[in-house]
């Protein structure tokens, strides 16, 4: 078992910034693969970005290109989101993610941080 703690998440004007970091434990020798998802309203999930533990490889999708960047440190079991020049639209809950940067392939998810990006 893996378990993943969000936190970071809040409230925040257009053009604004915020920091989301994501703390695993347990088993954490078993994930090669971090992701970051969103879930707004009435959507689906989709994934936002992700990298590899050990290369440091990242994947970002297209919408957060340029404005969003994804880290970790694997001394702390810790992968980070920062987002900037945060857009109205990128309001979601954004979930921390093991496994894979698809949702099918994900194997274990955290419970979630909310991001409210007012115009």
């Known amino acids: 078992q893996v378990q993943l703690v969000e936190s970071g998440g809040g409230l925040v004007q257009a053009g604004g910034s915020l920091r989301l970091s994501c703390v695993a434990s347990?088993?954490?020798?078993?994930?090669?693969?971090m992701g970051w998802f969103r879930q707004a309203p009435g959507k689906e999930r989709e994934f936002v970005a992700g990298?590899?533990?050990?290369?440091?490889?990242?994947y970002y999708d297209d919408s957060v290109k340029g404005r969003f960047t994804v880290s970790r440190d694997n001394a702390k079991n810790t992968v980070y989101l920062q987002m900037n020049s945060l857009k109205p639209q990128d309001t979601a809950v954004y979930y921390c993610?093991?496994?894979?940067?698809?949702?099918?392939?994900?194997?274990?998810w955290g419970q979630g941080t909310q991001v409210t990006v007012s115009s």
């Open positions: 993610a093991a496994g894979g940067l698809r949702v099918g392939e994900v194997d274990y």
């Open positions: 990298i590899r533990r050990w290369s440091g490889d990242t």
């Open positions: 347990g088993r954490t020798f078993r994930w090669t693969t």
